[in-house]
């Protein structure tokens, strides 16, 4: 198997506790950290107040929140990722906290990152959507906690990717502290596959292709991409989720496409009535 890619310890979503882990140490990088619980109804986990940033994001179902800044109920609503924006809550560094599955039970993804201060706790409950891409590049994007200023590290967002269509595309990077060019940030995608018999493909390669992994990713499989350029497929008949993390030195989301494909970001480059002659470089 590959070494980026982590199956799931728990496969029932009713059996509770951990789904899937990634924290600094076992991920072998500096930054992100991210977790996936099932929740039963009236089933809770803790955390302790770290030196961490922490977006919480409602996957499916319903929570109540308590810490030191609060209680917040009923976050939440969908009853899977395929079914529109999450809700989610953001709680700076150095807050314990409290998370209580509400009736029916609830999947719930803990996303870290080192921080000094953070911004403001709140419930992310109007999260904005947008359509990226065009053509079978097209997909449905929501924008947990991607805004400047919204997070001192973290970078979250979701991705549908539709029957038969391609996203994280072109296949870009962000591996070098180069700014404004380049960020480095360290990134985890947390799939879900629907039907969850499917499978969905993503590769994360590097120029030398002293990096080349391209996996079949099951539902609730997390890739690790370290460095290099990645994109996901979702095959004919199966529809793709994935829920992005990022963190790195700087907040910055600055990313520089592979070379030999920049040139399919343009509308219309590719139509699916034919493929024009790739522009010579």
Known sequence: MSRLLIRPSAVDPDGGGSIVSVTPESAGWTYVGFEVLALPAGETFERPAVGRETCIVLLSGHVHVSSEHGEWRDVGGRARPFDGAPVAAYLPPSTAFRVEAATGGAEVAVCTAPAETGTAPRVLDAVPTEIRGYGTQERHVHNVLM?????????????????????????????????PEESLLEETYYHRVHPADGFGIQRVYTDDRSLDETMAVSDRDVVLVPRGYHTVAAPPGVAVHYLNVMAGPTRSWAFVDDPSLAWTRAQGAVTDAAVPERPSR
């Open 147 to 179: 805004d400047e200023g919204s997070a001192e590290s973290l970078l979250v967002c979701e991705v549908l990717t539709p029957s038969g269509h391609w996203s994280s595309y072109p296949p870009h990077k962000h591996e070098r502290d180069a700014l």
